[in-house]
């Protein structure tokens, strides 16, 4: 099983950034695909970014252009850079990885954008 740690959320101003980074850890055999998801209060989690072991990125339409993901293979480390941020991107932003043993989750980090 895949342990995944989460770091980088906190408080930020409207137009500010913050990064977040997750730590996989545990069986990473053939780590695939890794992602970021978040789910903000009364609403459903939904996929932010994601990046495949290829370098392959998908982002949600809300975050394009503002949030970069990237990914350290060397250190199964995944980030996600959030620029420009805004009010609507508070939540809880959760870590989520894929192995041939099954994926994992973080336990999450708050981000909170305030205007």
């Known amino acids: 099983q895949v342990q995944l740690v989460e770091s980088g959320g906190g408080l930020v101003q409207a137009g500010g950034s913050l990064r977040l980074s997750c730590v996989a850890s545990?069986?990473?055999?053939?780590?695939?695909?890794m992602g970021w998801y978040r789910q903000a209060p009364g609403k459903q989690r939904e996929l932010v970014a994601s990046?495949?072991?290829?370098?392959?990125?998908n982002f949600a339409e809300s975050v394009k252009g503002r949030f970069i993901i990237s990914r350290d293979s060397a250190k199964n480390t995944v980030y996600l850079q959030m620029n420009s941020l805004k009010p609507e991107d508070t939540a809880v932003y959760y870590c989520?990885?894929?192995?041939?043993?099954?994926?994992?989750w973080g336990q999450g980090t708050q981000v909170t954008v305030s205007s």
């Open positions: 989520n990885a894929e192995t041939l043993a099954g994926a994992g």
């Open positions: 545990g069986n990473i055999f053939r780590l695939n695909d």
């Open positions: 990046i495949t072991r290829g370098g392959s990125t």
